[in-house]
């Protein structure tokens, strides 16, 4: 199993800026894919950001040149920068994180492939 700890949340007024941080642990293998959605009340859940060992990062068109995400692979810590923060920009944010673990079982060890999710960090943006 992977644990995602996210942080960094909070109250914000417009045009401020927020940076969130989000470390997964486990008996990880590898992780290839770390990104951050968001979901506001009564909308569904929806990708913000992500971030591919290989390839090229992918935003939303809403955050587009507002936000940033990126990486410290060794720690397994996925970032997001937040700036010029809209009050549309409220909502709960959950990291996720994409890859595989490892347990040992019976048959001995055993490799997992999954999505695992964060607990969520509250970001409100006021007007």
């Known amino acids: 199993q992977v644990q995602l700890a996210e942080s960094g949340g909070g109250l914000v007024q417009a045009g401020g800026s927020l940076r969130l941080s989000c470390e997964a642990s486990?008996?990880?293998?590898?992780?290839?894919?770390m990104s951050w959605y968001r979901q506001a009340p009564g909308k569904e859940r929806e990708l913000v950001a992500a971030?591919?060992?290989?390839?090229?990062?992918n935003y939303s068109d809403s955050v587009k040149g507002r936000f940033t995400i990126s990486r410290d692979s060794p720690k397994n810590t996925v970032y997001l920068e937040m700036n010029s923060l809209e009050p549309e920009d409220t909502a709960v944010y959950y990291c996720?994180?994409?890859?595989?673990?490892?347990?040992?079982?019976?048959?001995?060890?055993?490799?997992?492939?999954?999505?695992?999710w964060g607990q969520g960090t509250q970001v409100t943006v006021s007007s």
């Open positions: 996720a994180a994409t890859g595989i673990t490892t347990d040992t079982t019976d048959q001995g060890q055993v490799f997992i492939p999954g999505q695992f």
């Open positions: 971030h591919t060992r290989v390839g090229p990062t």
């Open positions: 486990g008996n990880i293998i590898t992780i290839n894919v």
